[in-house]
């Protein structure tokens, strides 16, 4: 074996060992948003069940200035706040990682090809 070849094994040995264990992802579906429920394969997982990302539900974003056009003119608003709607609704599948043995994480809403 080459000098290079053994640098190039030792290198994907020594990245390897260092590489993120990535989990295997699984799919949830929805079951209710209000209280947050999702059910994967036989096992319910609640609120206490899982980390998401707030942005995935209704949550209110504040401002301290908004630009943005309404019909045909551009409108400045000053200190305010947006509501946003969850984007999860019942029957949407979710991607989720196990964290442990009580603990999920909700990556993202997973859509079909049209």
Known sequence: MAKWEEKWIKHVEKASKNAIDLKEIEMGRIVSVNPLEIINGDLSLFEDNLYI???LLDH???FNVLTGT???STTTISDGFIYFKSELNQD???ALIKL???KYLVLFKIGGVQ
């Open 92 to 94: 949407d599948l979710v």
């Open 70 to 72: 309404i019909g045909g």
């Open 100 to 102: 442990n043995k009580k």
């Open 60 to 62: 209110t974003r504040e």
């Open 53 to 55: 990302n707030p942005n």
